[in-house]
């Protein structure tokens, strides 16, 4: 046996006890006649002492130990002269009795602590190194517990688990694919799924009632900052229901997973705002609401003072940004700076200073009155010390651009604190999107998608207008995951993909087998897909997604641990009846 | 709301309230003034009553209700006089007052039955109504179960679940992979897992301890009855353990399911027993041993009569089928024939019937006295009214061949229980096997599996006879899942390869990734693979696994409800950079 204990279980109440402990050498302090050395696993640290007078053999082959050796060793449990209480076995230590060495190893390439000196690459490139290391370890096991938890809450809710196939097939509509040649079927193609989507629909026909499923879903998309080609998502589909069947059950897994993993409870119901509400106050459809900094529209306040910049403004916004009158020149530049940045694309930004003894100061004083600064606050009901900041522009730019703006003020006046967790319902979305490109209707979220009844009638006459029964949860500003009530209807389908563009051919090409399904008694249904991925990082409180996957790719979509994806034998080609195109 | 109730829910205490319920017409049948409709979702099916006298229009209405219509009711629930006691909601019955079409549905391909109509190929072609069927649903429902007391059961032990890649690497060992090629980094080519071996070993690597996963795995092979392009395992790995300490974990796994999903305590240890017995005795790596009827060998017993037969052969081997004497020419000519078909291989069978009166009838009386086959008998152990059955030819195809054969005996004298479970552990597996076609020693689990350490020294002087520290579980005769501890040891990881004849650059390339994790401090390890849509199908009392999988693939690997492996557009191909080569 390897072990009698694992090395974060020893207390005091051990004390006495002969034990064998694994794990890996944390670190070894030679101090004088004693050896002291941190044996490491999963559990924790346990400190064990080599003692230079009762056993000097012993300690001078401790003293050879490595970092990351591998070792076993036979000692008693004795209770610590000086404790630590910064680890759980802090009380005690081991007087080691045997040793043995069960693997050397070679210096890694960087420190295996919570902060450690490797760069992301060479963490990347020794993942399973990196994995070593408690934060990356406990963001592993946080998702573990979190998919358990899941699982654990939708089965209570009679969910069932059904795993749908992976070698699916391609759909020109949405992303990109990745695909899979097939050898018994040369020249033909399998796709990876980019979500189960069909499938969970065809098992409501199915008459399976309530499915979920934790899944891998693919896109061969250019990756930015927080996508992976290969990710995870909670999908989830409810026969017989209708968009507030559908919201209460997933409140309550939210809920529920807050509770049990973070144990934080989340009171009452979550608000809930309209799509339209949240791109009017917030620039977004996935509002931060952790702080209030609405936007308040200026556009017809501002006019007429020979500003040309407003006067000729299509749209014009504010936002207060409470205790920040005393900004200085400095950080009024930067803020400047920040939205004039490509990726937010302000032209400029107009601030006016609430001061605290009740006069304004702004950057267009030469084109506004003190009154005109006044009555600006009082639309924006600025409180004093406040500090009003103004985009003007195009509409949806400059909403974009302020909902940049009103995070970074957000973010500078630590009103984004990541243990604070304000989730939001974003309902309403519209059903359609214009593309200017190809001047036609595209489903926003994807074409059997269901309109709201109220809005039936707008499908003809003005089908920009048509809500759909479509639904988002965003937590802190992140959209954790959305869905919809689906059309089960066929005249319905019909008309929409008539809306869309598509010709009888097009959307029987297209969408066929899933009609066809839906002409055998589809019922009432509608669904939800969560990002897990995300999930787990807010949870974990990071940023980014990769921390929360055990071997994620790089940004060129590359695993550098494994080199993959890699050149393959011609042979392999051959048999798929494939070849590289220069 | 769609419903109040689902239809496998209302007793005979729900009688006087109104209810809601919603689902599809499973059949209506007129009786005079009255039309009942049995209305069933995934939870039951419930009696509808529509009445001539009461509410004429709804009753004719309710006679135009299809099979497989999909309608909501409101009614009240009423004692039934003509109770049903075959299903659960047989003491009521619902008195409808409102009948609301949801859907209509075209007469579906196939009947919606416990026994339906439809052949396989239609019913996967519309797998979606296959589905609805309660078999097939309850299959899935099952699968759910499995899946979930895997992971409670696991989770209680410690381990995490943690999510390995699907976009891998290609290795050229092994069973053919499917490949994916890569857009970014065109001209290579990710691969998808046949297994996460490579994975679970770094996780051990990095510290993870205790790892599990159920997780879709892909093999791009020839297709056979029971085999799917992609199928699912429960893979496991431990860290700083020994075979018995793998053994006794999944023991307490397979106990835990068998008792919470079967309601069957699998009292005791479960028997072992090791490769060389269960192919001296059965035949086979995989014995089904609720029936004895072992292997006994009589090839020096038969010898020295003239019988050139027996006289010139390898191996001659017998079975005594208890009761069996009485057996008719005919049935003794359909054993013959049942040995001789191509797929079993024998060139004949001997029969002797030890009869109930003490004498002995054989079809080699010819060349055998009462006294020798009485001796024969004896050896054999046989009783009053065995049926001995004698193979005889080369060693290894004979063992084959009567492993079927007493197969097929169990079954025919029903020793074969679908609801009898005897799990048994095969172990010392041989670590090597020799290939004749490339005069070479391949691993017969993996390279990385470990010898005992007992025939360490054997590894250079007698390979063959090295066993390894790899064991299977068998159930009834099915393997449920085998593993193995890992060779940690960076030499003796080396000197396997030599066996195994790799040059050190041929060891490099292939495995050299993970033999430089070794490097880095690896723990003892070692760990398991179930094969779940197996272990599934075993629970559910089926043969096959197809009908455990949702959408499952068909022997050419097509699913022809979606019709993939499809064409797809040259465009898609061109962004891969690759072609189709005629």
Redesign the interface.
């Known amino acids: 046996?390897?072990?009698t204990h694992?090395c974060g279980e020893l207390r005091v109440s051990d004390v006495g006890k002969t034990v064998t402990l694994?794990g890996?050498v944390q670190k070894a302090r030679d101090l004088g006649g004693m050896t002291f050395v941190d044996l490491?696993?999963?559990?924790g640290i346990t400190q064990l002492v080599f003692n230079m007078e009762t056993n000097e053999g012993l300690c001078k082959r401790a003293r050879e130990l490595g970092r990351?050796?591998?070792i076993?060793i036979v000692g008693a449990v004795a209770e610590r002269s000086n404790k630590n209480n910064k680890i759980e076995t802090g009380d005690i230590e081991i007087l080691v009795d045997e040793l043995n060495v069960?693997?050397?190893?070679?210096l890694?390439p960087f420190t295996i602590e919570d902060d450690t000196d490797g760069g992301d690459e060479l963490r990347m490139k020794?993942?399973?190194?990196?994995?070593?290391r408690r934060p990356v370890?406990n963001n592993?096991?946080l998702?573990?517990k979190l998919?358990?938890e899941v699982?654990r809450y939708m089965?209570t809710q009679g969910f069932?688990?059904?795993?749908?196939?992976?070698?699916?097939?391609?759909t020109?509509e949405g992303a990109?694919?990745?695909?899979?040649?097939?050898?018994?079927?040369?020249?033909?193609?399998?796709?990876?799924p980019q979500s189960p989507q069909?499938?969970k629909q065809?098992?409501m026909?199915?008459?399976?009632?309530?499915y979920f499923q934790i899944v891998?879903c693919?896109r061969?998309e250019?990756?930015r900052a927080d996508r992976q080609?290969?990710f995870?998502q909670i999908d989830c589909e409810m026969s017989?229901?209708?968009q507030e069947?559908i919201i209460n059950t997933f409140e309550g897994l939210t809920k529920h997973l807050f509770k049990e993993v973070r144990k934080i409870e989340l009171g009452g119901d979550f608000p809930r705002m309209s799509y339209a509400d949240a791109i009017t106050y917030y620039g977004s459809d996935k509002p931060d609401i952790r702080f209030d900094m609405r936007f308040v529209e200026l556009t017809n306040d501002v006019k007429g003072n020979n500003f040309s910049v407003l006067d000729n403004a299509e749209y014009v916004v504010g936002i207060a940004a409470p205790e920040s009158s005393e900004y200085t020149r400095k950080q009024l530049d930067q803020l400047t700076e920040f939205v004039k940045k490509p990726q937010i694309g302000a032209t400029g930004l107009i601030y006016i200073k609430v001061n605290t003894d009740g006069t304004c100061k702004s950057s267009v004083d030469k084109y506004y009155t003190p009154d005109d600064l006044a009555r600006i606050a009082k639309k924006m009901n600025a409180k004093s010390g406040d500090l009003i900041l103004i985009l003007a522009g195009n509409k949806a730019k400059t909403q974009s651009a302020m909902c940049e703006l009103r995070l970074e003020m957000g973010s500078q006046l630590g009103l984004r604190d990541k243990n604070i967790f304000a989730p939001l319902w974003v309902v309403d979305f519209p059903l359609l999107e214009w593309d200017e490109d190809s001047k036609r209707f595209f489903a926003m979220h994807h074409p059997f998608t269901s309109p709201k009844i109220e809005d039936f009638e707008l499908l003809k006459s003005d089908p920009a207008n048509v809500r759909a029964n479509a639904y988002d949860l965003v937590i802190n500003g992140v959209e954790i995951g959305g869905g919809s009530i689906r059309i089960?209807?066929d005249e319905l389908q019909q008309q929409m993909f008539d809306v869309l563009g598509f010709t009888r051919e097009e959307a029987e090409s297209q969408f066929g087998?899933l009609m066809n399904?839906?002409?055998?008694?589809?019922?009432?249904h509608g669904g939800v897909a969560f990002g897990f991925d995300r999930l787990v990082s807010m949870f974990a409180g990071l940023d980014s997604i990769r921390d929360v996957?055990?071997?994620p790719?790089n940004n060129?979509?590359?695993?550098v641990?494994?080199?993959?994806?890699?050149?393959?034998?011609k042979k392999?080609?051959?048999?798929?009846?494939?070849?590289?195109?220069?």
Chains 1, 2 share one sequence.
Do not use: C
């Open positions: 046996m390897y072990r694992h694994s890996w490491r696993d999963r559990y990351e050796f591998v076993q069960l693997n050397a190893a070679k890694p020794y993942r399973y190194l990196d994995i070593r370890r592993l096991v998702r573990h998919a358990f699982r089965d069932i688990e059904v795993e749908t196939p992976v070698l699916i097939k391609s020109p990109r694919d990745f695909i899979v040649p097939s050898r018994m079927n040369q020249g033909q193609f399998y796709a990876l069909v499938f065809l098992l026909v199915g008459g399976m009632d309530r891998k693919f061969d250019d990756l080609p290969e995870t017989f229901v209708e069947d089960h209807n087998f399904a839906f002409k055998y008694g589809a019922p009432p996957i055990a071997f790719k060129a979509g590359k695993d641990m494994i080199d993959s994806p890699s050149f393959i034998d392999q080609l051959d048999e798929l009846g494939i070849g590289i195109v220069k």
